[in-house]
């Protein structure tokens, strides 16, 4: 996973709170509408002022981070919006999610990243192209519709899901 953490670095991380380190204290004083931000943040922080370091960090931290990554992707513009920005990403994600408990998040996902062969000559097509109307028509015909309803119907659950995670492995997302 950590490979691709230095491909996913588009994210503004101005947004506080951005800690120095995670901690215990600090993940049990911080409240579930902000930790998964928290978690974010810091990883961003990393890549861009410490990126000789990403690669240290916790297999738990870089599992969260791919699986917000790709929820917000998802939640912004479908899966089809995710391959096109990162098709590289899908393989990653489905084991951030299995690493992170959530094996229907994972085999979803999984789903998504076979359809995606039917549709990659006209997505690198489109990115050739490099129009807003190019990325457009790449949701004609879109074989993603139907697993972005299941995605989009479950968010909420998954980000729950994602936070209890958190919560009952804190150890695991310590890093200094």
């Not at 960090?57 to 391959?83: K, M, R, S, T, W």
Request: charged share 20%; aromatic share 12%; with cysteine.
């Amino acid at each position: 996973m950590s490979s691709l953490l230095f491909t996913m670095t588009n994210f503004d991380s101005s947004v506080p709170p951005t800690p120095d380190a995670i901690t215990s204290d600090l993940l049990d004083a911080t409240s579930d509408d902000v930790i998964e931000f928290l978690l974010l943040n810091y990883v961003l922080d990393v890549l861009q002022h410490r990126p000789d370091t990403a690669e240290g960090l916790p297999i738990a931290l870089q599992a969260h981070y791919l699986a917000f990554i790709l929820d917000c992707e998802v939640l912004n513009g479908g899966f089809n919006q995710l391959f096109f920005n990162h098709p590289e990403m899908a393989g990653d994600a489905s084991q951030a999610f299995q690493y992170l408990g959530m094996d229907q998040v994972a085999a979803l996902v999984t789903k998504t990243s076979e359809l995606y062969q039917e549709v990659r000559s006209r997505h690198e097509a489109a990115k050739s192209a490099g129009t807003v109307e190019a990325f457009a028509k790449t949701y004609e015909g879109s074989p993603f519709d139907e697993l972005d309803s299941l995605y989009w119907e479950q968010q909420d659950e998954w980000r729950l899901e994602r936070i209890k995670y958190i919560r009952a492995n804190p150890n695991l997302f310590l890093h200094p």
